[in-house]
């Protein structure tokens, strides 16, 4: 699958986004937009033919003015809306968690003071891999969370 597929998504699929983000794909979302732009479809529009994204919209509308770089998405349940776009042959299957999940931004290796500092890590650190989100200021890792997620991913509905 290449190249890699980057995404932008409308205010009605944050949680969505959220997933896209978890399994690696770059997705900007409108939510990082000011709210109360009466243009912001066509902003949506024109910042995917910029940047090469994919629009994703529950819009029929903006969906028709994107043509081939819109994808209309059919269901408001989020499962349902990741097997669509891998029924589509867009995205695989996968958790990555190599972008922070509310912010886009990629993520690395956390430092020791960051996993210390850190408001919420696990109690007995071993065993776990540490990431950081150096925008967020916000820890991840894997661990029994991830592992729930990637089976949610990986269900086929
Ligand atoms: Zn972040």
Not at 26 to 34: C, H, L, M, R, Y
Not at 49 to 74: F, M, P, Q, S
């Amino acid at each position: 699958m290449s190249p890699e597929p980057r995404f932008i998504t409308d205010r009605m699929l944050g949680t969505l986004t959220r997933y896209l983000r978890f399994m690696g794909y770059n997705t900007v979302s409108a939510n990082g937009f000011e709210e109360g732009n009466t243009k912001e479809d066509t902003l949506l529009l024109s910042y995917a033919e910029r940047e090469g994204r994919i629009l994703l919209t529950r819009d029929t509308e903006l969906a028709h003015r994107g043509k081939d770089r819109a994808v209309l998405i059919n269901s408001d349940d989020v499962l349902e809306q990741v097997q669509q776009l891998v029924e589509r042959g867009l995205i695989e299957r996968r958790l990555v968690m190599d972008r922070c999940s509310l912010c886009n931004t990629p993520l690395r290796t956390a430092t020791d003071e960051e996993i210390v500092g850190a408001e919420y890590a696990p109690q007995d650190l071993t065993g776990f891999t540490f990431f950081w989100c150096s925008q967020c200021r916000r820890l991840y890792w894997n661990g029994s969370h991830t592992k729930q997620l990637l089976e949610r991913i990986g269900q086929e509905k």
